[in-house]
């Protein structure tokens, strides 16, 4: 019988203990994720390279396997301030520690050690494919007119997929998205003045390796290379110049809010942020647009940037 393309489920749970399966359940631990690309059985194939006395193609033994999950979720709190959203396990597998004030906020910021995993479980039909220890990186997406999107990129350790129950996916984890509007976006600045935004974009910027030894297998990110873009309508430089402020080096603040009520809004904060050398322009409806270029810079180590949900 053929398998509905439109089948998966996926699920995905912090691990207690580095590559241990934490269960997750259809009902606690549902992710609803959009554009998904799941990539089984990653890794290479090593030949054998037999001196035979014929000609013949050379027998291969895979290596290195591990499982990849591409795909986007809504960049949207969970609806109740204080209260982490469906997809932060996600976030936290990238390198980022989860700070939850009770009825007031939850925050993600870097970190450089100690650094999270998950377990996903994730069915096609009724084929289960599991990813352990799994750790990826991450690019934060805000397009004018569009919704904004956390896109993952996740590399787990190679489990043999089986055939097992189906679970029940509760999704009511996850809210509705708002568009990026005038509207819904109150606030985009550098360096405290307001620009016109057109797209933002925190790339996270995690190597991400497997590294795969006798005595230990795992997924680690052994570097960060954070990268902040956005494309703003230019304006004078009296107003705003990113030509001196790229000469200068000047380490400015970026700040991003997206909505407007409580338990719905995102703040995305670069505190030292250096704008690099202004690459051109862009002509969008006849009118000028910087593409801008930052690099988050860390003040005091591991607060380069920072995601509130308030």
Known sequence: MPINWQSKIILAKIESSYGTDPTPTGAANAILMTGVTLSPMEGEDVSRELEWPYLAAQAMIPTGLRVRLQGKVELIPS???GVAPAWGP???ACGAAETIVTDTSVTYDPISASMESVTIHFWLGGTQHKMLGTRGTAVM??????????ELDLIGLYAQPSEQTRPTPDLSGFADPLIVTDANTPEFSINSVDLVLREAVLNLGNQVDPRLLVGSESIIIPAKAELFQARVEAVPVSTF???ALATAQT???VELVHGTEAGLITTLSLPTAQLKRPSGFENAQNVVEWPLELVPLPDSGNDQWSLELT
């Open 79 to 81: 609806g109740t301030a």
């Open 241 to 243: 110049n990113p030509y």
């Open 90 to 92: 996600l976030l936290r």
């Open 251 to 253: 380490r400015v603040a």
């Open 141 to 150: 997406r805000w397009t004018a007119q569009g919704i904004p999107y956390l």
